[in-house]
């Protein structure tokens, strides 16, 4: 017999609000059911009422763990629509920035898993403690703490300060150090291994079906990178290799987050070798944009939770249409799929490893 | 209570029957305690407790969420001014946090988390969508404040607010309901 449990819309390990209808036998989960859109506000017809550089706030409200990464998209698009250069220093800060954007989600990732994962409170805190340095960077870089507004057409807001290459070395330093205690701390923890080994296993078959994206792509052993398979900026220039694992399972998932923050820092550090000197700033937002070079544009980039996608229809002044692919839609997809089979209490661990964001799927 | 405010006013009489006239004397550590505890028997000790250990709920709704758990962790130590444990169940709760923009679809889910927890109960609007809809003013699907559904005694602005206004608000909250009688 079945038993129906709902879950959400208010749970602390739902990532915001989801609300999940589980179907039950015994403890085992038969059938789940999402239930999305709590937190839908209709971005894509409000950027249509906007000009162009207006639309950035909307844009990092999106994936709001990683607001960086979704704004960058959006500018880089209307960029490519109006037919805009980037010189070649503005591309080394965007992707410090974005880097050190994709570090501070990671993070956040961490700990808010290991808090899924059976109220390891340690890990949250340790997690949060390290986010904030990087907060703190991107706070002296932008002036903001959390929403960062930084990008303009052509470049950034403003330059990098005086002193911001070598906070940003010492803080790398520091966390490359304690990387390692992440991995001894939840390694060698015998609760977190069973929940995470072996637990909610996405082939590489249903991987590239389903469409996922992201470290749950490459956790499936599918060596799929935006950075790497349709390079922006300098990323081929910096030799950069994604990593893959071919587990597919809650650990792999993990194991990606951490690899991926070391590949982060040595972008960071090589990103600061190479960079020119000059200025970074780019045009300062005006009323009426230069004219549309570009009809329609399409653009792909690889964010913290897999790849973001811009798809602009450019208009006179402001976007005549903006579709966007966001990763988490697809990737909350295989929920169902993988936690198939597994107990309840394992559910919040897969889904806190699917590392959902609720605005992000509901838009 | 008037037996006790009797021995405190002998007590005041015997300390301050051989001093100089016109000279104050500073009561004594014990003495000092003891008045301590007749200003809060007088200002009920219900209240101080109550504005010493106000229990939030862990409701994050969108981005604010995000600056609440950075209120909850290490870098803002919340426990040393009473704000205990998030707790997840409304009914251990004293504050509820409304962090983030509100769409139609959760009013009802809002208003039956609200009516779940016990009275006394608090609302904080944290966040520029708690407050008036923020930048989705234009949006079909978001309500225009939370006070359309929710009594809110403290509004926080800010897009999102840093832990430390949180913190703040939460100060104001205490003043709220304790008036004078400090933590």
């Not at chain 1, 996405?202 to 470290?215: N, S, Y």
């Not at chain 2, 870098?75 to 704000?83: N, W």
């Not at chain 2, 602005?157 to 913190?167: A, M, Q, W, Y």
Request: hydrophobic share 40%.
């Amino acid at each position: 017999m079945l038993t129906r449990i709902n879950i959400g819309p208010i749970h602390p390990s739902t990532h915001g609000v989801l609300h999940l209808v589980v179907d039950l036998d015994g403890d085992t989960i038969d059938n789940i059911e999402p239930h999305i859109g709590f937190l839908h506000r209709g971005v894509e017809k409000l950027v249509e009422t906007r000009m162009y550089m207006q639309s950035p706030p909307y844009m990092e409200k999106i994936d709001y763990v990683a607001p960086m990464s979704v704004d960058e998209a959006y500018v880089a698009a209307v960029e490519a629509a109006l037919g805009i250069e980037v010189n070649e220093r503005a591309q080394y800060a965007r992707m410090i920035l974005l880097e050190l954007q994709r570090l501070a989600s990671h993070l956040f990732f961490i700990g808010a898993l290991t808090n899924d994962v059976g109220q390891m409170f340690t890990g949250f805190m340790w997690g949060f403690r390290d986010r904030e340095l990087i907060l703190r960077l991107l706070e002296e870089a932008t002036g903001q703490r959390m929403f960062y507004v930084n990008m303009r057409l052509g470049g950034l807001a403003n330059d990098f300060p005086k002193d911001f290459k070598e906070h940003v070395l010492d803080t790398m330093n520091y966390l490359s150090g304690r990387l390692k205690n992440y991995e001894s701390f939840l390694e060698k923890n015998p609760i977190f291994m069973q929940r995470m080994k072996g637990v909610g296993v996405l082939t590489k078959e249903d991987a590239i079906a389903f469409g996922v994206t992201g470290h749950v792509l490459r956790a499936s052993g599918v060596p799929y990178d935006v950075r790497n398979n349709n390079p922006y900026y300098f990323y081929r220039k910096l030799n950069f290799r994604e990593q893959t694992l071919s587990h597919g399972d809650n650990f792999a998932r993990y194991r990606i987050k951490i690899m991926e923050m070391r590949e982060s820092i040595r972008i960071i550090r090589e990103s600061f070798e190479d960079m020119p000197e000059g200025d970074a700033t780019g045009q300062m937002v005006k009323l009426r944009s230069p004219p549309v070079k570009n009809k329609t544009v399409t653009v792909s980039r690889e964010a913290p939770r897999g790849e973001v996608m811009m798809y602009l229809v450019a208009g006179d002044q402001k976007p005549y249409r903006l579709s966007m692919r966001t990763p988490t839609f697809i990737n909350l997809h295989v929920l169902n799929h993988i936690a198939k089979g597994n107990r309840l209490a394992d559910l919040y661990s897969i889904l806190g490893s699917l590392d959902v964001v609720m605005a992000d799927v509901d838009r | 209570m008037t037996a006790d405010h009797d021995n405190a006013k002998k007590e005041m009489d015997r300390l301050t029957a051989g001093s100089v006239p016109g000279k104050e004397i500073k009561p004594n550590v014990a003495f000092a305690k003891l008045s301590d505890l007749m200003k809060l028997t007088s200002k009920g000790i219900v209240e101080w407790s109550r504005v010493n250990s106000l229990w939030p709920l862990q409701f994050g709704l969108a981005c604010c969420a995000i600056e609440l758990m950075s209120f909850g962790s290490a870098s803002t130590d919340a426990e040393r001014k009473g704000f205990l444990l998030f707790r997840a169940t409304p009914r251990q709760c004293d504050v509820m946090l409304v962090a983030g923009w509100v769409t139609k679809s959760m009013i009802p889910e809002i208003k039956r988390m609200y009516e779940q927890m016990a009275s006394p109960k608090y609302v904080i609007a944290f966040g520029e969508c708690a407050t008036c809809g923020g930048p989705w003013w234009e949006s079909y699907n978001i309500i225009k404040g939370i006070d359309q559904v929710l009594p809110v005694d403290v509004y926080v602005v800010g897009c999102p607010p840093r832990p430390e206004n949180l913190f703040s608000a939460l100060m104001k909250l205490q003043k709220k309901i304790g008036g004078d009688i400090e933590g």
